[in-house]
Structures are given as C-alpha cells and as structure tokens.
C-alpha cells in the first residue's frame, strides 16, 4: 500500500489560512462554551428541570452524540467532492447548527415531564449536528499540512480563536440574555442563542473559503471502516491521547460547569461570573497563543504532563481559599487557566501525528476516524463531568435559587477544586505512557517524506 501523498506542494499555510481556519473554531465554542458553562444552570435554573435528571439526560444524549463520532469520521474520509473530504460539511452543515442550537435553549410552555422530553430531543439533535460540522474540521487541520511544527501553529491560531469564542460567551452571555430578554430569562436564552448562530455561521463559512486540503490517501486505497478501527485499536500513541482527553475533559469540564454555582452559591457573588469566566477564556487564549514557542525548547509529551501536574496542585490549593478571598481565587483561577490552554493545541497537534503514526506503521491513513474518536473520548470525558456536577448537587442537597446548606456548598466547592485538581493529577501520570517523543516523532515524518517522494 503506498503511503499518503500531498494532494499539492505542501509549501504549509500562510498567515490568512491559519486565521481563518481559527475562525472556524470561534464558531464552534459560540455553542460549546455555553454547553460547558451554562446549559447545566439552564435547565435547572430556567428550564426548572430536577438536578438529577438534568445528570441522567446529559449523560444518555452526549453518550449517543459520542457514538455517532467515529461513523461521522468514516463518512468524512470517504467524502469526494470538488471542496475536498472535510471542507464541504463547513458550508452545509452552518445553518442546521444554528437553528438546532435555538431550540436547545428554547423553553417550551409545558408541564416538567414534557420539558424533559424536550431537553433530551432538541440537545441530541444539536449535538448531532455538531458532531457532522465539528469532525470534519478537526480532521481538516491534519490535511492542511504534513509538517508537525507547522500544524501545532495552525492549531494554536484556532485555539486562540477558540478561546477568544469562550472569552466572548463567557463575559457576554448573561448580560446579553438579561437586554435581550428584558426580565424574561427563557427569552433571553433563545435570543442570545439565535444572535450566536449567526454569527457562528459566518464563522464556518469563512473556514470554508480560506483554508484548502492538502494531503490525502492514495487514490487507491479502499480500507473497511472495520479496518481504521483496528488500525487505531493497534496505534500505542493514539490509545494514550484517548484515555488522557476522556481524562483532561472531565477536569475542564467539570471546572467550566461548576464555577456559575460556585460564585453564586459558595460565594454569593453571582455578580462576578462573567469577570471570573470571562478572564479565564483570556488565559486560556494567552496559554494556547504560547503553545508554539513553548514546543520549540520542551518536548510535547513533556510539556503536557508538566502542565496538567500544575493544574492538579492549583486546583486543589483553591480549596483552601476562603469565600471572602476573592481576588486570590480569581488569581489562582487565571493561573488554572493559562496551564489548560497549551492543553488543546498540544492535543490535536498529537492527534494528526498519530495519523502520520498509522500510515507509517499500516501504509493507510484515515485522518478524520482519528479525530472522531478522539473526540468520541473527549465527548465522552464531558458527558461524565456533566452528569457528576448535576448528580453531585442532587445528593448534597442543592436546590435551586435558593439558599444552599453547608453540604450543598461543600459539595459546590469540591467541584470545582479538588476533584478536577485529582483527575488532572491522573492526566499527568497518564501522559507518561505516550511513546511520540520528538526524537520518535522526527524519524517517522522524515521516513514518510521520503515515502512520498519516492512515489511522486
């Protein structure tokens, strides 16, 4: 089997692909940012849903929507078009993510069952339609270069894009929904949701005309969906990086999703969130924007780990911050989140190395069923974060808008510090066990460039 071969000179991207494939990843946390932060207080605070059940529906629909990961990987990789294998689903998928996304935070005028009804149709429905725009663009960044360096760069253009969306739902969002809704929250949710999937949209559409593809399978490769799996089963590095974003996405998560009920609850100073999340989102943007000069002098797999070992010890010193010490928690919270953000940039750099390890070690390449089942972990990761802050509430007594006892509020507290601070600890034990060191990683690139040149 010959190995993958440009589909053009891979001169890289220039600066106007890089930002406007970033621009894309802005579009998509316009959505993900309100699900981890926000959704969880919506639908217990607004949609008047049962924490408890609120825990169960998360965990059943992100379950399926995660399942549905890898099939939409193997759709994307045997996608032929004019646009290309990843690009098209950016341009037909837009507007189908923004209206699913309206309905998700539209509160219907119905009994409580029927509302749980609803939450579960219309969050699987938007996460389905996330997963048919969001893999593909993953996977794009895998094609778009073949050099290592140059995709942790365009990586990182998107994570500070990203993060730049998150920065922007984080600090707007509930002041938006208080203009837009004018006293009336659920009108305030559905507007501020419709305002985001316009400007979402025009997102993908621009990560659509600015980017091209420019590596791709042999034109005669035919591999069974069965055999990508198997090529991944059997890939060390790739097996790593799943057990280790299931375990990273739990701990951003589990943090993202617990500090709205930490400031107005613990705290009470519900004031303050869209400063704390909002100046976080900034931290992780500095983070991510840092990743590329941090990997010239430290090896990836190294850097990953000292950075979730920080994390964790942060994390967990929060928990000794008093309520009243707020600027110290809001410090350590920075510091928290300039860690976390080279995370993601590092990630999905790995990512498409693990597609260059696969065609290396198989002579087949199936760039976007590697993404899709990392993000089938990181979805995965989510769904259990999610689902223990709400089954977590409900056993320590949480009711909503209103005074919490003092096991609610211990409760509240260990969510967002000692908990994801012991699972990032985890994160950083696992990454130990990840086999690409640069040195490994040099050789396999460097052999796979002969590959192509011999063939072209």
Known sequence: MQPARPTAPDTGPRLGEKVGYGIGDFGFNLYWANISAFLLIFYTDVMGLAAAA??????????VDAITDPLMGALADRTRSRFGRFRPYLLYAA?????????TWTVPDVGEGARLVWAYATFTLMMLTYTVLNIPYSALSGVITADSQQRTQLISFRFIAAFAGTMAVNWLTLDLVRWLGRGDDALGW???LSLYGVI???AFVTAFLTTRERVAPPPEQRSAVRQDVMDLLHNRPWMVLFALALIIMVTIVMRSGSLAYYLKYHIGRPDLTGLFLGTYALALAVGAGLTPLMTRYVDKRRLMAWLMAGVGVVSCTMFLVPPESVWLMLA???????????????????????????E????????????????????????????TIAWILAGMGYVANATQSDGSRLGIALLLTVIPGGIALLAA?????YPLDATTLSHVQADLRSRREATA
């Open 95 to 103: 507007i189908p993510m923004a209206l699913t996304g309206v309905l």
């Open 360 to 387: 290396w070690k198989t002579g087949r390449r199936a760039t976007a069923m590697t993404f899709a089942a990392a993000a089938f972990s990181q979805k995965l990761g989510g769904a259990l974060a999610s689902a």
């Open 332 to 358: 350590l919270n920075l510091l928290v989140g300039l860690m976390l953000g080279p995370k993601s940039p590092l990630a999905f750099s790995m990512y498409a190395d693990c597609a260059d390890y696969t």
């Open 54 to 63: 609120v825990g169960t529906m998360m965990l059943i629909t992100k379950i």
């Open 429 to 433: 034990w696992v990454m130990r066990f």
């Open 190 to 192: 559905q507007l501020t």
């Open 200 to 202: 979402a949209t025009a």
